[in-house]
């Protein structure tokens, strides 16, 4: 992609692509490690294949409200433990409840339009012993189109990514994390029973790319 065309990458909306908002998520992970004390080993086959099933179509749900741009819902679904981290950087849930708020305005703003999230297949599951929770990690595709400023010109962007799915073990409540923005290293500060070898949490695709 061009150099001028950069902008509507880096500033569109955090639960699609990289944000004001989402940058300001991204590296909280890391401050606050979590003090779990002495923690059993994850089991990596524990989660049944209905909790995947489940977990797809609660990301289903979250992406019908992404294309609705109900940040609000968003934030009600925001992982606790995430977002108690997110609103401390934030200054309270409020201020992080009021940014994500103004993200629909934003976008309108700058010419960012959401046309598609679809969800794939799980990827991997989790048990979490230390926190009796079920996680999975489910692959989605966005497609948005953003006015190019420079250029005069529409561009549709497909990006894909995953969501960190959330609940306890036996539910189906699920809560989400965007994984678009997480490194390795920020995952493991939230959840420190996953494996130690990268290979072995099979982490979705994360890019982005224009299509035409």
């Known amino acids: 992609m061009g150099g001028g065309s950069s902008r509507g990458l880096t500033d569109a909306p ?48 979250l992406g019908d409200q992404v294309l609705r741009t109900n940040f609000s819902y968003i934030f009600q679904r925001m992982y606790p433990r995430f977002k108690a981290r997110a609103a401390k950087k934030a200054g309270g849930e409020e201020k992080l409840a009021e940014q994500l ?12 339009r959401i046309l598609s999230f679809t969800v794939g297949e799980p990827s991997s ?22 006015q190019d400023q ?12 995953y969501q960190v799915a959330v609940a306890k073990e036996g539910g189906a409540d699920w809560y ?18 996953l494996p130690k070898d990268e290979k072995q949490l099979k982490l979705p695709l994360v890019e982005q790319k224009e299509i035409k």
């Open 176 to 193: 989400f994390i965007d994984g678009a923005n997480l490194t390795v290293q920020e995952l493991r500060s939230i959840f420190p029973t």
């Open 14 to 61: 955090g639960w699609l692509i990289n944000t004001a908002v989402s940058r300001t998520l991204k590296g909280l992970i890391w401050i606050l490690l979590l003090t779990a004390g002495a923690l059993r080993p994850v089991r990596a086959d524990g989660v049944p294949p209905e909790a995947f099933r489940t977990a797809a179509a609660a990301t289903e749900v």
């Open 150 to 161: 420079e250029r005069k010109v529409n561009r549709r962007i497909e990006s894909k990514g």
């Open 101 to 112: 708020g103004k993200m629909p305005e934003q976008m309108t703003a700058e010419g960012i």
């Open 125 to 146: 599951g989790f048990v979490l012993p230390e926190m009796r929770e079920w996680l999975v990690f489910v692959p989605t595709t966005k497609v948005y189109m953003v």
